[in-house]
C-alpha cells in the first residue's frame, strides 16, 4: 500500500494537509498533489485530463469549500455549485480510471436538524435540515449518494465519511468565515493582548456542538485506506461512517474553556442577532469504534495544540487573520 499512488484532493486546506502530513509519517511516498491553482476541480474538462494521466489508485476526496453557520448561509448559490461540482468531477473521474479506492470527506450537518442525539449512520435523509447549512449539506449527501450508487452499478469502491467538526493546524481563523472554534481562539487572544474587558459569542451559548482535532481524523482516513473497504460498509446497508469522539459540550462551555487555554480573565456576552444553527449534532461513533478506530487527542489538549500553532504563525507573518 505505501508505493500505491494516492491522491489527495484538496492538500493544502486543514483536513487535507493534515492526511498528507499523516501519510507521509507512515512511510507513504506517492503522493499524487495539485494546489487550486494549479487544478480547479470545478473544471470537468481539466480534472478528467488530469485523471488519465496520472491514474491515482487511492483517492482522498478532502477538497471542499467550506465554513462556519454564517458563510454557509452567506454564500448559499456557491456552497451548492462549488462542491458539487468538486465532488462529481473527482468521484466520476476516479471510476473512469478504474481507482482502487476512493473516501469523500462530508461533515456531520448532513443529519435532519431535529434527529435524534446521537446520530446515527441511518438518520440520513429521515427528517428537514438546518437552514443555514442545507446548500452544502444537500452536496455532501449527492456525494454519499453518488460513492454508494458507484458501487451498487459499476461496483467501485467508492465510500463516504462523515467527520463531527474539525479543528487544528490550518484552520481558518478569519472571523466572518470560520467555524465557531477558531473563531473563538482568535477573539480571546485578541482580547488579551489588546486588554479588552469583553468578548463576544454569536447566538445564545447554549448549542452543543462535538469537535475532533484534526490529526485524529487523518489517523481514521488512514486506518480506513489500509482496513476497510466499501464492501463492509454496504453489505451491512450502510451508505457512510461517521467519525467524532462521542462526546459535546455547549459553546459557552467551548467558550470557557479557550479563554482558560489563551489566558483572558474578562466576561463573556451574546450577539442574539446571529444565528444559534443546529441544537445539537453529536456523532455515534460506535460502528469505526468497533472497526478499531478511536479517537486520541482531549480537546483541552487540541485546543493548546492550535493555539500555539496560531500564536507561532501570527509571529512568523504566515497567517493572515481578518478581523
Ligand atoms: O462552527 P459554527 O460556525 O458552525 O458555529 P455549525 C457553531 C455554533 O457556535 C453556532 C456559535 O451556534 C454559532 O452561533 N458561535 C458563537 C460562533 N460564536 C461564534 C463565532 O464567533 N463564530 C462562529 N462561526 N460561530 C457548521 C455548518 O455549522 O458546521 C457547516 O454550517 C459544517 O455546514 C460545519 O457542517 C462543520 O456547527 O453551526
Known amino acids: 500500500m505505501v508505493n500505491k499512488k494516492i491522491y489527495i484532493a484538496g492538500h493544502d486546506g486543514m483536513v487535507g494537509s493534515a492526511i498528507r502530513r499523516q501519510l507521509e509519517r507512515k512511510g507513504y511516498k506517492n503522493l499524487l498533489l495539485k494546489s487550486y491553482k494549479e487544478l480547479d476541480l470545478r473544471k470537468q474538462e481539466d480534472v478528467e485530463k488530469f485523471f488519465l494521466k496520472e491514474k491515482p489508485k487511492v483517492v482522498i476526496v478532502a477538497a ?9 448561509n452567506a454564500y448559499r448559490a456557491e456552497f451548492l455549485y462549488d462542491n458539487l461540482m468538486i465532488q462529481t468531477n473527482v468521484i466520476h473521474s476516479s471510476y473512469k480510471v478504474n481507482a482502487e479506492k476512493l473516501i469523500f ?15 446515527k449512520e441511518e438518520y440520513l435523509l429521515s427528517g428537514y435540515l438546518e437552514y443555514t447549512n442545507e446548500p452544502y449539506a444537500i452536496a455532501k449527501i449527492a456525494g454519499i449518494k453518488m460513492c454508494e450508487n458507484y458501487y451498487k452499478q459499476y461496483g467501485c469502491n467508492f465510500y463516504s465519511v462523515m467527520p463531527t467538526n474539525l479543528y487544528g493546524i490550518n484552520d481558518n481563523f478569519d472571523l466572518k468565515t470560520s467555524h465557531v472554534l477558531p473563531a473563538l481562539i482568535n477573539k480571546f487572544h485578541e482580547a488579551k493582548s489588546k486588554r479588552k474587558s469583553k468578548v463576544t459569542l454569536w447566538g445564545t451559548g ?13 489517523e481514521a482516513i488512514l486506518f480506513l485506506i489500509e482496513k476497510v473497504d466499501a464492501k463492509d460498509l454496504y453489505k451491512k446497508e450502510i451508505t457512510h461512517l461517521n467519525i467524532g469522539t462521542g462526546k459535546d459540550l455547549t459553546i459557552l462551555e ?17 450577539d442574539a442577532s446571529k ?35 496560531y500564536v507561532n504563525s501570527i509571529k512568523n507573518y504566515k497567517l493572515k487573520i481578518i478581523k
Open 64 to 72: 471542499a469549500k467550506v465554513g462556519g453557520i454564517l458563510a454557509n
Open 105 to 119: 470527506l462530508g461533515s456531520s450537518c448532513i443529519y435532519p436538524k431535529l434527529a435524534p442525539q446521537p446520530l
Open 206 to 218: 447554549k448549542p452543543l456542538r462535538e469537535f475532533l482535532y484534526v490529526d485524529d481524523l487523518a
Open 254 to 270: 467551548l467558550a470557557s474553556l479557550i479563554s482558560d487555554v489563551v489566558g483572558f480573565k474578562g466576561e463573556i456576552e451574546y
Open 275 to 309: 444565528p444559534d444553527g443546529t441544537p445539537r449534532k453529536l456523532l455515534d461513533v460506535s460502528r469505526i469504534n468497533k472497526l478499531g478506530w478511536k479517537y486520541k487527542t482531549e480537546l483541552r489538549e487540541g485546543i493548546e495544540l492550535t493555539y500555539k500553532w
